[in-house]
Nanobody, 118 residues
């Protein structure tokens, strides 16, 4: 059983920055990647970024490429999302998840709320 706990969200002005963290506990040996998603009311969860657990190779959605950076610290079982140049449309609940092969797990944490507003 894997547990994911996101933190670091908050209220930020447009153009500002935030760094999210995701603490991972449990047996993660079989997982090959970690990633970030976000969701707003009435919309489907949106994939944002993936980082390979071993190589550190990253990929991003077009909506955040160049503004968000995903990283991981395997020694701390933590994955991060550095967000900059934030926009009001980035307002959402942000979640992390783990990938096994080509599939994401169905284990979601509580998420962390990010609100971008002046």
């Amino acid at each position: 059983q894997v547990q994911l706990v996101e933190s670091g969200g908050g209220l930020v002005q447009p153009g500002g920055s935030l760094k999210l963290s995701c603490a991972i506990s449990g047996n993660i040996v079989k997982f090959n990647a970690m990633g970030w998603f976000r969701q707003t009311p009435g919309k489907e969860r949106e994939w944002l970024a993936t980082i390979n657990k071993t190589s550190g190779r990253t990929s991003y959605a077009d909506s955040v490429r160049g503004r968000f950076t995903v990283s991981r610290d395997n020694s701390k079982s933590t994955v991060y999302l550095d967000m900059s140049s934030l926009r009001p449309e980035d307002t959402a609940v942000y979640y992390c998840n783990l990938k096994w092969g080509s599939s994401w797990t169905d284990s979601w944490g509580q998420g962390t709320q990010v609100t971008v507003s002046s």
